[in-house]
């Protein structure tokens, strides 16, 4: 079965441009969720995704957004990039919300989006 | 405010020792905990988790203890391998929670040394 699909794998965009992730989640799953890795900041919440809306939030400003698509596939957008935003992008999938007690996530690889 | 705490950034372990990596929590809400490993470039990978009911489980070498009214939880490994070496993430969740409530620690570095 394959598993949580994430591209591209690598990126370079400038100040002030916006980048389009892309997931899709290990069939089956309809929970998506993305995350930030940076260095010392560990992994940190954006948001989740279920049934094609958005169901939580994590603390990140709104220039960053995404959306789900029918088939669970979803994608994460970055607005008028800053230096700051170059990490880790993680995105995992699991059956159920991740509120739900008891739901383990699997994540994908991950896209490293630096800018510059 | 940080409701899941790994204090030890890392860790160094000899080949065949045990290995021990300590995770500490603030909510006593939590009623679900996981760890995840995860190699430099790579994304995380599910280890091993406990439901708060139980206070231990096992899966081949990785153990997870869960002391509640410690509101402490530790990963145990035996023996360690060089192969082991990488950055493991404790997580915490509850029903019902918003937010995320899927909380990730820091994080710690396992060296483990041939």
């Known amino acids: 079965k394959a598993g949580v699909t994430q591209t591209p794998r690598y990126l370079i965009k400038t100040r002030g441009q916006q980048v389009t992730l892309s997931c899709s989640p290990i069939?089956?799953?309809?929970?998506v969720s993305w995350y930030q890795q940076t260095p010392g900041q560990g992994l940190q919440f954006l948001f989740e995704?279920?049934?094609?809306?958005?169901?939580n939030k994590g603390n990140f400003p709104g220039r960053f957004s995404g959306r789900q698509f029918s088939n669970s596939r979803s994608e994460m957008n970055v607005s008028t990039l800053e230096l700051g935003d170059s990490a880790l992008y993680l995105c995992?999938?699991?059956?159920?919300?991740?509120?739900?007690?008891?739901?383990?996530?699997?994540f994908g690889e991950g896209s490293w989006l630096t800018v510059v | 405010d940080q409701q899941v705490k790994q204090n030890s950034p890392s860790l160094s372990v000899q080949e065949g020792r045990i290995s021990i990596l300590n995770c500490d929590y603030t909510?006593?809400?939590?009623?679900?905990f996981l760890w995840y490993k995860k190699y430099p470039a790579e994304g995380p990978t599910f280890l091993i988790s406990?439901?708060?009911?139980?206070d231990k489980n096992e899966d081949g070498r990785f153990t997870v203890f869960l002391n509640k009214s410690a509101k402490h939880l530790s990963l145990h490994i035996v023996p360690s391998q060089p192969g082991d070496s990488a950055v493991y993430f404790c997580?915490?969740?509850?029903?019902?929670?918003?937010?995320?409530?899927?909380?990730f620690g820091k994080g710690t570095k396992l060296s483990v040394k041939p």
């Open positions: 997580a915490a969740s509850y029903y019902g929670g918003s937010q995320g409530n899927l909380i």
């Open positions: 995992a999938s699991s059956l159920g919300q991740i509120t739900s007690s008891g739901n383990t996530i699997y």
């Open positions: 909510n006593s809400m939590f009623d679900y």
């Open positions: 406990i439901s708060s009911i139980k």
């Open positions: 995704y279920f049934s094609e809306t958005q169901r």
């Open positions: 069939s089956g799953h309809r929970s």
